[in-house]
């Protein structure tokens, strides 16, 4: 490659860079990229995957069992003779096949709970692989509206910059022309100089709430990253709430970590009736084939070696027949694990019944902080439209002489804390109805929960 092809090769890839570090993502575009490339999550779908074969090969347990064998023997010394079955002292090689099959026919139902438990277990982890996602989703979710609110900080401290410049650059025309003192321009200076620190501020915390974002999104090859702004649809957005009681019934027939538990429950039933049928006898039918060959079976007739295959063929024997198994004493171990099993099942309901406690819980609290919320969003707009109504009143008084720069960047300020406030309130108020969203069921995530 030439120098001319490499220098157009460089400025292709920095072009595609920027373009990609450029693009602007939308929330679900975010939680779609993080669901793909996140790392941990990888980690619980290979849990999933090994409970699955778990499951297939519980129900090939029900399958017959059929093995094949075979062995050669040299004998020295006394031994049967294998053609007289006469002990005498003698030399030979013998070899011998087999093939055996078993099929169990009662066991308990233990296979049969086992499928079962190893089902709701496979399921369970299914859940647990999509809570995985909804709980990266969430982290995702509060990582962008982090940069929404970062953006709107700088914003806002971008035109508090704007007029304390524009007061800066009247207070030194006045001074000029006489008609202020030195002493107010050093006010509205060091004005000036604070709003300035202030957007420096914000814009490094917004490359940090950014740099958050591609962390739990693991967005690689870029080094910043731009996202939709949400500020008038969550300006215009009715806050709808309903009842604890409606929402958790809603909650607790959809919820993953709720259905984990609930399957891990089941499981925990089937694998204690699975326990109990080792109390019981088992019958198994079986069925065989064997056959032999030695070295020294010679024909009487001829005095020559019987060939392999005539030995093969005259030597095998069948058999079929049931087997019973009656447990009477085992050091009472499948008692113990009887008992083991009926711990596990308590546990497993408590753990259920924990889970959804939480998550009612939870609800309560989403319920009561949107309540709250609301109310604070709508004084928190009363209180930044007064402000910024007090805020004009004073830049035209101060205008006028009759307050002087202290006075002003007071009433600046409380109009710039005020626009904090209300933005911070709007965020919270958005995360807090996604929040109550996903527990009504309604489609806050672009996640598909059949995958």
Known sequence: MNHKNKIILFLVLLISGISYSQESWSLDDCVTYAI?????????????????????????????????????TKNFGRSPNPNTNVFENTEFL???????????????????????????????????VLHQKYLLAFRVMAAFYDIQFMEGLLSISKEQEVVSKENFDLVKRQVELGQMAKADLYEAESALIADQLLVTQNQNNVTAAKLRLMQEMNL??????????????????????????????????????????????????????????????????FAGIRTRYVDNNFDDDTGILVPFSTQIKDNSAQAVGLSLNIPISNGFSNWSRVKQQ?????????????????????????????????????????????????????Q?????????????????????????ENLQVQLRLKVNESTLD???????????RTQ
């Not at 980690?43 to 050669?72: C, H, M, W």
């Not at 080094?223 to 806050?239: A, C, G, P």
């Not at 101060?398 to 300020?413: C, D, H, R, T, V």
């Not at 996903?438 to 598909?448: A, S």
């Open 438 to 448: 996903f527990y009504k069921g309604l489609p806050v995530f672009n996640i598909n």
């Open 396 to 420: 035209k008084r101060y205008q006028k002489g009759l307050i002087n720069a202290i006075e002003l960047n007071q009433s600046k300020n409380l109009f710039a804390n005020s626009q904090n």
């Open 94 to 128: 013998s070899t011998s096949y087999s093939l055996n099959a078993q099929l169990d026919l009662f066991q308990g139902f233990q296979k049969v709970n086992a499928i079962r438990a190893s089902k709701y277990l496979y399921k369970a982890t299914t859940e647990e």
């Open 220 to 285: 690689e090859g870029a080094t910043t990253i731009s996202v939709k702004s949400l500020t008038n649809e969550i300006i215009d957005q009715e806050f709808v709430l309903t009842d604890n009681d409606s929402i958790f019934n809603k909650a607790k027939e959809f919820v993953p970590i709720i259905k984990a538990q609930e399957f891990r429950f089941e499981a925990a039933k089937k694998q204690l009736a699975s326990a109990k049928g080792a109390l019981y006898p088992t019958l198994s039918l």
């Open 342 to 394: 009926k711990i596990e099942k308590m546990r497993a309901e408590n753990n259920y019944n924990i889970q959804k406690q939480e998550m009612y819980q939870l609800i309560q609290q989403l319920v009561q902080e949107g309540e709250a919320l609301k109310t604070e969003y709508e004084q928190s707009s009363q209180k930044m439209k007064a402000q910024m109504l007090a805020f004009e009143i004073a």
């Open 36 to 72: 793909q490339h996140n790392l941990q999550l990888q980690d619980f779908k290979y849990n999933k995957d090994v409970n699955k074969e778990n499951y297939r090969q519980s129900v090939r347990n029900l399958l017959p069992t059929i093995n094949g064998a075979s062995d050669v």
